[in-house]
């Protein structure tokens, strides 16, 4: 039996949002209701309000959080790969795909949920510093394709993500029914290095 602690929790708030984190692994983001996250933080019902309006709230904390770590880590993989721009772009796709498979509910938060990236101010800046880096990445890349040629640096940075994300949802986080006989890094890395070679980043041999 969860021991109820009440308003006066170590740290209520964080608490909710890692309990609510928990439950959205195990039934998804719209499976639980708040007073499931208040009893598996060992909670009442009623001290969740004194923290988040509904769980709708709830959740865009838990996307918020995961945004800011996957900034961080796309940052991190960025710099990694520098000073040459096709190792920092080719890293923060391999950063996406690790992100999507540590912190599981974070990623459903933030992709799955049906929150909007502007939910917040706080939610839509952190949300602009993720994919501000993927786009930084993109954009020292494409400048190596002639003027005539270069699509735009959003553009480029857009396919990637959308690459990632099907990379992920099919393939990493055990979809059912799908099933691929390469491992999601693999594919990730290929289909990545296909696109990079169709626009001359990338020689035929390489």
Not at 107 to 112: G, I, N, S, T
Not at 191 to 206: A, F, N, Q
Request: one cysteine or more; proline letters at 7%; aromatic letters at 8%.
């Amino acid at each position: 039996m969860v021991k109820k602690r009440g308003y006066h929790h170590g740290n209520l708030r964080q608490a909710l949002v890692d309990a609510a984190l928990q439950l959205i692994e195990a039934k998804g983001p719209t499976g639980f209701t708040l007073s499931e996250a208040a009893k598996q933080a060992g909670v009442t019902p009623a001290a969740v309000y004194r923290h988040f309006a509904g769980r709708e709230d709830l959740i865009s904390e838990a996307a918020l959080q995961g945004y800011a770590v996957f900034a961080d880590l796309m940052e991190y993989a960025y710099n990694k790969g520098q000073p040459s721009a096709l190792a920092s772009f080719e890293s923060t796709g391999r950063a996406y795909l690790a992100f999507a498979c540590k912190y599981p509910g974070h990623y459903v938060a933030m992709f799955e949920s049906g929150i909007s990236v502007n939910h917040t101010p706080e939610l839509a800046q952190v949300s602009g510093r993720a994919l501000g880096v993927l786009e930084k990445a993109a954009s020292e890349l494409s400048a190596n394709i002639p003027p005539e040629k270069r699509p735009p640096a959003r553009m480029v940075s857009a396919h990637i993500w959308a690459l990632c994300h099907g990379v992920v949802e099919l393939f990493a986080r055990g979809a059912p029914g799908t099933k691929s006989p390469f491992p999601p890094e693999d594919l990730l890395e290929s289909g990545i290095g296909i696109y990079l070679r169709g626009l001359g980043l990338i020689k035929p041999d390489e």
